[in-house]
């Protein structure tokens, strides 16, 4: 099963929004509902932060938002904070695969 | 509160075995599925197995059928992962996760256990 595409760097300055896409097939991303995002610091473990497109964890911050539309999932932050600065990673659970990760750098 | 611990990692020759440990505390882990997924350095996330609350399903990524092995002792809230015939691409941090109550996502994570395959 081939990852699903993520861009490997995006990069926003704090209060700015950004975007990161996840671009998969009608049999992964596109197919189902099951699309989760991790937000992962430099040498910590993963923490997820959206599931099922667009739902929010209790205790994630309101700035996180997810969405989708054909094949591609989007996670969208808000209001940049430089602790948002991470790598992030979509996963389709129906293949139990994930991105090849972006990293987020806030300028 | 939710705490998944690994160990067992370390450094092992090409061919060598290996049996990874996590520990859960903080919920009945009798009741979720659990994960293996691992992180090569540098590289992105790769989920590798999962194993069913009593242990009656068990699934692989292809790149470890047959070599690694999923199981859990829910008595002892822990689940475990075998590996057998280890390549240098099996190297990584492997991490323990709890797969959510409605499944279809990784909630909880440990913070992992490196594993190095060299000579």
């Known amino acids: 099963q081939s990852a699903l595409t993520q861009p490997a760097s995006v990069s926003g300055s704090p209060g700015q929004s950004i975007t990161i896409s996840c671009t998969g097939t009608s049999s992964d991303v596109g197919g189902y509902k099951y699309v989760s995002w991790y937000q992962q610091h430099p040498g910590k473990a993963p923490k997820l932060m959206i599931y099922?497109?667009?739902n929010r964890p209790s205790g994630v911050s309101n700035r996180f938002s997810g969405s989708k539309s054909g094949n591609t999932a989007s996670l969208t932050i808000s209001g940049l904070q430089a602790e948002d600065e991470a790598d992030y990673y979509c996963?389709?659970?129906?293949?139990?695969?994930f991105g090849g990760g972006t990293k987020l750098t806030v300028l | 509160e939710v705490q998944l611990v690994e160990s067992g990692g370390g450094l092992v020759q090409p061919g060598g075995s290996l049996t990874l440990s996590c520990a859960a505390s903080g919920f009945t882990s009798s009741s979720y599925w659990m994960s293996w997924v691992r992180q090569a350095p540098g590289k992105g996330l790769e989920w590798v197995a999962n194993i069913k609350q009593d242990g009656s399903e068990k699934y692989y990524v292809d790149s470890v059928k047959g070599r690694f092995t999923i199981s859990r002792v829910n008595a002892k809230n822990s689940l475990y992962l075998q590996m057998n015939s280890l390549r240098a691409e099996d190297t990584a941090v492997y991490y323990c996760?709890?797969?959510?109550?409605?499944?279809?996502?990784?909630?909880?994570w440990g913070q992992g256990t490196l594993v190095t395959v060299s000579s």
């Open positions: 996760a709890r797969e959510s109550p409605d499944g279809y996502n990784f909630d909880f």
């Open positions: 996963c389709s659970y129906k293949n139990r695969v």
């Open positions: 099922e497109v667009s």
